[in-house]
C-alpha cells in the first residue's frame, strides 16, 4: 500500500492538519495510507507528503534543519525521486528561494520569488489577514479543481510573491493580490489552510492523495 507522510517537526497546525488528511484518505477508497513521521528514513520513502506550517519562515526551516537528515530527506523524496508534495500555509512558503521576516532565511528553491509581509495598502485591512476570502484565477490543475470562487481560511501576515506568475495555481485579494496557491512540476502549496476550509479543504487533500503528477 502507497504511504502519505505528513512530516512532523514540530509545526503548530500538526494535529489538525492530521486529523484533516485521515478524513480525507478515508472518503477516498484508494487512498494512501496516511503516517505522521519526523524519521528521515520514512519521509525519503514516502509516496507522498506533506509539509504543515505555522508561525515565522525562520523558524519553521530552523525546525526541520534540527532534525538530523530530515532537510536532505525531504529534498530527495521530492526533487530526486519526484514524489507529490504538497506544503500548507508555511509549508508553502518553504517551497520558495526565501524568506524575509527576520533577516533573510533561505528556503527549499522550488519556486523562484520571494516571501514577504503582505500590504493590504488599506488602513482598514488588517494584518495578519485572518479570515475566509475567495480563490481566484485557478489554474486548470488536479489538486486545484473546481476551487474557482470558492472560500477557504487563511491566517498569515507573510506570502510567496512568484517571480513566474506562471507558477500561482490560484490567487487571492487582500487590498492586493497574491498567490493563494502555487503549482510547479510534482510540487503544490496552499497558502490557506485547508484543515480549517471545510468541505473545500477536504475536497483539495483528497484529490492531492490521488494525484498522479
Given at each position: 500500500m502507497s504511504r502519505a507522510v505528513l512530516i512532523d517537526y514540530g509545526s503548530g497546525n500538526l494535529r489538525s492538519a492530521e486529523?484533516?488528511?485521515?478524513?480525507?484518505?478515508?472518503?477516498?477508497?484508494?487512498?494512501?495510507?496516511?503516517?505522521?513521521?519526523?524519521?528521515?528514513?520514512?519521509?525519503?520513502?514516502?509516496?507522498?507528503?506533506?509539509?504543515?506550517?505555522?508561525?515565522?519562515?525562520?523558524?519553521c526551516m530552523g525546525a526541520i534543519e534540527a532534525i538530523d537528515g530530515l532537510k536532505q530527506a525531504i529534498?530527495?523524496?521530492v526533487t530526486q525521486r519526484g514524489r507529490p508534495f504538497l506544503g500548507v500555509c508555511v509549508g508553502m512558503q518553504l517551497m520558495a528561494e526565501r524568506g524575509l521576516e527576520f533577516g533573510e532565511t533561505p528556503g527549499f528553491g522550488w519556486?523562484?520569488?520571494?516571501?514577504?509581509?503582505?500590504?493590504?495598502?488599506?488602513?482598514?485591512?488588517?494584518?495578519?489577514?485572518?479570515?475566509?476570502?475567495?480563490?481566484?484565477?485557478?489554474?486548470?490543475?488536479?489538486?486545484?479543481?473546481?476551487?474557482?470562487?470558492?472560500?477557504v481560511y487563511f491566517t498569515h501576515s507573510f506570502a510567496l510573491y512568484p517571480k513566474d506568475a506562471?507558477?500561482?495555481?490560484?490567487?487571492?485579494?487582500?487590498?492586493?493580490?497574491?498567490?493563494?496557491?502555487?503549482?510547479?512540476?510534482?510540487?503544490?502549496?496552499?497558502?490557506?489552510?485547508?484543515?480549517?476550509?471545510?468541505?473545500?479543504?477536504l475536497k483539495l487533500l483528497g484529490d492531492f492523495l490521488q494525484w498522479r503528477p
Open positions: 486529523k484533516a488528511l485521515l478524513r480525507a484518505a478515508a472518503e477516498r477508497p484508494d487512498a494512501p495510507e496516511v503516517l505522521t513521521t519526523s524519521d528521515p528514513d520514512l519521509v525519503a520513502k514516502a509516496d507522498r507528503l506533506v509539509l504543515p506550517g505555522v508561525g515565522a519562515f525562520a523558524a529534498e530527495e523524496a519556486i523562484a520569488g520571494d516571501v514577504r509581509r503582505i500590504e493590504p495598502g488599506d488602513s482598514r485591512l488588517k494584518v495578519p489577514h485572518m479570515g475566509w476570502n475567495a480563490l481566484e484565477n485557478v489554474a486548470d490543475h488536479p489538486v486545484f479543481a473546481g476551487l474557482e470562487g470558492r472560500d506562471g507558477d500561482a495555481a490560484a490567487w487571492t485579494t487582500h487590498g492586493e493580490r497574491f498567490a493563494a496557491a502555487v503549482a510547479k512540476d510534482n510540487m503544490a502549496g496552499a497558502q490557506f489552510h485547508p484543515e480549517k476550509s471545510q468541505g473545500v479543504g
